[in-house]
């Protein structure tokens, strides 16, 4: 196996195929390891049952014992394995991941491009079917278990003719697929397409009709019988295109509702996404405004839901943006159960060209959101058929930070960004300080010089990349910035769109006012003069200047610095390479954000630094 793991480099051995359970993945990769980190040192494995995925790591002597579930024991193989390659104390007392269901979500088509995805092509399908490398699936599974992900779906929400046949006429090789990643703890899932039975001679698909509730009860019996731990199916329904219940004046509880129950029986869980929104809205319509679409479709029906569907909401109220207020709608359906929904996939955060990790801005999302409300995690993945995975080899970071904190959310993103430093580069203690400080800031370097203060969007329609103003201003989608020459914004608060009456109080006092609102979004919530003097003192137009222009120099500085860094090859030239077109990226986006503002407010820099014309 040639691909590069990254932040498992002493696991050079693949796994054999021959290694069906959990724990002989744990005692295979220990025997290989030990010996190279831990030498004279063995390892005891006991499992109980009732541990489930928790484990408990205990030495005595030379004898490293973990005790856990049939997945936990290799679950408390990596946490050991990676406390002894970084020098790490053994983790203390009983190990137990805080959410259930910590899912991937892969954007993959049968085609084997990725939606959204910078990594190269899909790592399961090409050319309308299945095609993997088993040896590979292997890697990625042990990726998986390391970092604590129990379920993986497997293809696109969007589901496109030939992937709806996973559910069909491919669940021999499902099964299979399934039967590799089964001895990893992760358990696969698919998305389907609502309008299914549809093109099996049933005239709609009504979750109320009959017809169409017999069809998916026997295709669930048909698709558990060939994988019967399916983790479920993933539906994205009524958003951007998509069939769903309200073609048949249905509301979303009942569209979920009629396919978890076919799946009940089984065990399997019914992932229904709350990304619904008007996507065919007229610019002039000011009395819509896109981030109230989930709560006002979802936060009624509180308490209607099946007991195995989970509502999956994206972490924001709109659409994966660098910085947005958590969704109220985690706050509103106390009776209902939720998932939050990362993007590790960097659509509009540096397409894994741009250094952007995550981990940061994950504990600001985390500690705003109702910790004891949302019970599973999702992310869409940043995988593909690149030799190291992730496009660029940084990125890996927010694979690892995920699945960290989807098993212990209380974590501080330094800690993971060091360990995930130091297992994949193990480099001298300066040069690991430089790369560690280099990501931590790698967020905020990136939203300086790209959309200022929470004002979102601003990039280039369609692919996401790259600086356009007013690029969305005049679309369907809902995303707005209504900029003129006094002032930029869109008035969210009680006075204006009302999107801030869907939160709990204590936000709507926090954002409820351009004074007590923290800066970075203040664009989010109101409308602003250019002239509107910040908490700092400076003029918001100013802070603008300051941001974009800090951003780039700040780019600048990160060019320097990895050049100097110890890194090995290739990711040296792959960090290097990608950085070259950051740098063009971020000049781009410093130079004509600030002309747009310069050209609308008619306001100079006060710095008299180059703003063109
Ligand atoms: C899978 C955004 C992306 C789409 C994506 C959608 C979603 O709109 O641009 O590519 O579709 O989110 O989350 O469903």
Redesign the pocket.
């Known amino acids: 196996m040639n691909k590069r793991l990254t932040w498992l480099p002493f696991l050079t051995e693949d796994i054999p195929a021959s290694l069906v359970t959990p724990e002989q993945i744990a005692r295979f990769e220990l025997e290989q390891a030990l010996p190279k980190l831990a030498p004279g040192k063995t390892a005891q494995l006991t499992i109980v049952d009732a541990m489930e995925e928790g484990c408990t790591i205990q030495q005595h002597g030379d004898v490293l014992s973990i005790s856990g579930g049939k997945v936990g024991v290799l679950y408390g193989a990596y946490k050991l394995l990676m406390s002894l390659a970084t020098g790490h104390p053994l983790p203390e007392g009983d190990q137990q991941p805080r959410y259930g269901l910590r899912m991937l979500n892969c954007?993959d088509n049968a085609s084997g491009d990725i939606?959204?995805g910078y990594s190269g092509r899909s790592l399961f399908f090409e050319n309308g079917k299945f095609d993997y490398d088993p040896a590979r699936m292997r890697q990625l599974g042990r990726m998986l278990a390391s970092v604590g992900l129990n379920v993986m779906c497997i293809n696109?929400?969007?589901v496109r003719y030939p992937a709806d046949q996973l559910i069909e006429s491919w669940l021999p090789e499902l099964a299979e697929l399934a039967a590799i990643f089964r001895p990893f703890g992760v358990k696969l899932m698919v998305s389907i397409d609502y309008s299914a039975p549809m093109r099996h001679g049933v005239p709609t698909a009504d979750p109320l009709d009959k017809q169409v509730q017999a069809w998916w009860t026997k295709q669930a019996e048909i698709v558990y019988q060939a994988v019967p731990d399916l983790a479920g199916f993933l539906v994205?329904a009524d958003?951007?295109g998509r069939p769903g219940p309200f073609t048949y004046g249905r509301n979303h509880a009942e569209g979920a509702n009629m396919l978890a129950r076919a799946l009940k029986p089984f065990g399997g869980k019914l992932v229904w996404?709350c990304?619904v929104y008007n996507c065919r809205q007229d610019w002039r319509d000011t009395t819509t405004d896109r981030p109230k679409a989930a709560y006002e479709h979802y936060a009624y029906l509180d308490g209607q839901f099946e007991d195995n569907v989970i509502l999956q909401i994206k972490n924001g109220p709109f659409?994966f943006q660098v910085r947005e207020p958590v969704s109220p709608l985690l706050y509103a359906m106390p009776k209902t159960n939720l998932a939050m929904e990362f993007q590790l996939a960097q659509?509009y955060t540096g397409q894994q060209v741009d250094i952007y990790a995550m981990p940061p801005m994950w504990r600001e999302v985390y500690d705003d959101m109702p910790a004891d409300k949302v019970m599973s995690i999702a992310a869409v993945t940043n995988l593909g058929r690149d030799e190291n995975y992730t496009g660029h080899p940084f990125a890996a970071v927010n694979l690892f930070g995920y699945g960290l904190f989807a098993w212990d959310p209380d974590l501080q993103p330094e800690k993971i960004i060091r360990l995930w430093t130091r297992l994949t580069y193990g480099m001298d203690q300066l040069s690991e300080d430089t790369l560690v400080n280099l990501l931590m800031g790698s967020r905020r370097t990136y939203e300086k010089y790209t959309a200022p203060l929470g004002l979102c969007w601003m990039v280039s329609p369609n692919h996401?990349y790259g600086p356009s103003p007013s690029g969305y201003e005049y679309q369907a989608w809902g995303t707005y910035h209504k900029a003129d020459r006094d002032a930029v914004g869109i008035d969210r608060t009680a006075s204006g769109t009302g999107y801030l009456l869907q939160y709990p109080e204590e936000f709507q006092k926090l954002y409820g006012t351009p004074e007590t609102c923290p800066d970075l979004l203040k664009l989010f919530f109101h409308r602003l003069r250019y002239d509107y003097v910040m908490s700092d003192g400076r003029t918001m137009i100013q802070r603008i200047y300051d941001d974009h222009f800090e951003g780039l120099e700040e780019t600048r500085t990160m060019a320097e610095t990895l050049k100097a860094l110890p890194l090995p090859s290739p990711d040296k030239e792959e960090a290097l390479e990608r950085m070259e077109r950051q740098l063009v990226n971020a000049r781009e986006w410093c130079d004509i954000t600030n002309t747009f503002f310069r050209r609308y407010s008619g306001i100079e820099d006060a710095h008299g630094r180059t703003i063109y014309r």
Do not use: C
Request: hydrophobic share 20%.
């Open positions: 954007w939606e959204r696109n929400v969007n994205k958003s951007e996404r990304f659409d659509e996401h």
